[in-house]
């Protein structure tokens, strides 16, 4: 691979480094942190669904980057810079809020930085969008879901050992540096001057038909799954083993090893096979997870099977997250790149914030195990949505 497109795609899994530090956190110690500070999983549920609000209505973000040349320093890289600033403050301030004393304060909190990430984020995916070629896709995609996996690696082996050996103040402090990892790395991609035809169009929302609104359906379900699945897992090896915060975080990291793994995995079944082939071999990974998740994550089958299975769900997460991404992008009219893709990404985080919050309802109403059987009924809807979305030749779901 050519030193210049390596670091081009290094700045993108850095962009998406820095989102899986604090997914790391969120995955691995946020629900542990608000139970210990006295809150219910409905409470946790409740707080996973409003902070991710930003990721559902990010389509405004798109839209002004889209249109804005903002300073005429660029359509991108101006607002990734703006974002990453608000997350560094937010998480700065962070532990100066208890979420037992002030839930709704440290929900509002989580709801700004996660507005700066939602910012970075659509606007990485424009970047993105505008600079890499169809054949690529599949590998750009491994790289950011694979960053993002890493940078939860990272995060919850770190924060884990901070949180039970320092203090939450450090957890807090350590994520903010870890925010700033992408900024000088950041002068290694240019946007291009669009041409006319790229330029923002109202017009090319009529892009957006019925086969697209399928697929943002599709990812909504598949985000549900995977998301309403992955909150579960440490208050049930919690509940079942009573593991520590600093086992939390390590098997967190483990889990992102598997993540990584799924990232390129997934990318590869792009390469390989047509989108629609490579999904339904996805739900069957993901099936067989949930299954596993399900039966045989308990005492009587011990700690280190239960470990191999989480690392299990994380490659079928992986794999889940870079197909979706990679086939998002073949629906996107370039004039509205950032906006089309942030429409098929809010349906994402719509899934997210529905999955988080049925998940932790359901657990607390049925138990764990349950949980985890009604998601795979749920995972296997998505092979009837399928012939929907591609419909009889794939190639239809590209634009021009």
């Not at 707080?47 to 559902?56: C, E, K």
């Not at 697929?215 to 090896?237: D, E, H």
């Not at 950032?338 to 985080?349: D, G, P, Q, R």
Request: net charge positive; aromatic share 14%.
């Amino acid at each position: 691979m050519p030193q210049k497109k390596f670091f081009r795609y290094l700045t993108f899994g850095s962009l998406y480094f820095t989102q899986g530090t604090i997914q790391g956190f969120f995955a691995a110690l946020n629900a542990l942190y608000l139970l210990e500070n006295g809150l219910q999983m409905t409470d946790v549920g409740i707080f996973g669904f409003i902070a991710l609000l930003p990721f559902v209505i990010k389509i405004g973000l798109g839209i002004i980057s889209d249109r804005v040349n903002l300073f005429g320093m660029g359509h991108r890289k101006p607002y990734i810079f703006i974002g990453l600033a608000v997350q560094f403050i937010c998480l700065i301030g962070a532990p100066f809020v208890n979420p037992g004393e002030f839930f709704w304060g440290y929900v509002a909190l989580a709801f700004t930085m996660q507005l700066g990430m939602a910012l970075y984020d659509t606007c990485t995916d424009g970047l993105a969008l505008d600079t890499t070629p169809k054949e690529e896709h599949g590998t750009i995609q491994s790289f950011m879901v694979g960053g993002r996996a890493v940078g939860a690696i990272v995060a919850a082996s770190v924060v884990g050992f901070l949180a039970e050996n320092v203090s939450w103040l450090s957890v807090f402090w350590v994520l903010a540096a870890l925010t700033l990892i992408p900024v000088p790395l950041m002068f290694f991609v240019r946007e291009h001057q669009r041409k006319v035809e790229e330029r923002f169009d109202w017009s090319a929302f009529k892009a957006f038909n019925r086969r697209t609104l399928l697929a943002g359906v599709l990812g909504l379900l598949m985000f549900v799954i995977i998301l309403g699945a992955n909150q579960l897992i440490n208050p049930y090896l919690e509940k079942q083993f009573g593991i520590s915060l600093s086992a939390a975080g390590l098997i967190t990291s483990l889990w992102s090893v598997g993540v990584v793994g799924g990232s390129f995995v997934g990318g590869w079944l792009i390469r390989k096979y047509q989108p629609r082939r490579a999904l339904v071999i996805g739900v069957g990974l993901l099936s067989a997870a949930l299954l596993a998740l399900a039966f045989l994550l308990t005492p009587q089958f011990g700690l280190p099977l239960a470990i191999a299975l989480v690392v299990f769900f994380g490659v079928a997460y992986g794999t889940y997250q870079t197909e979706y991404f990679a086939v998002a992008m073949r629906f996107v009219d370039p004039r509205i790149a950032a906006s089309m893709f942030a429409i098929l990404m809010a349906f994402t985080n719509i899934g997210q914030g529905i999955g988080m919050g049925l998940s932790g309802m359901l657990s607390d109403l049925t138990g764990f195990s349950n949980t985890f059987l009604i998601l795979f009924v749920i995972n296997l809807l998505i092979l009837l949505l399928l012939p929907l979305v591609f419909g009889k030749k794939e190639s239809h779901t590209e634009h021009a």
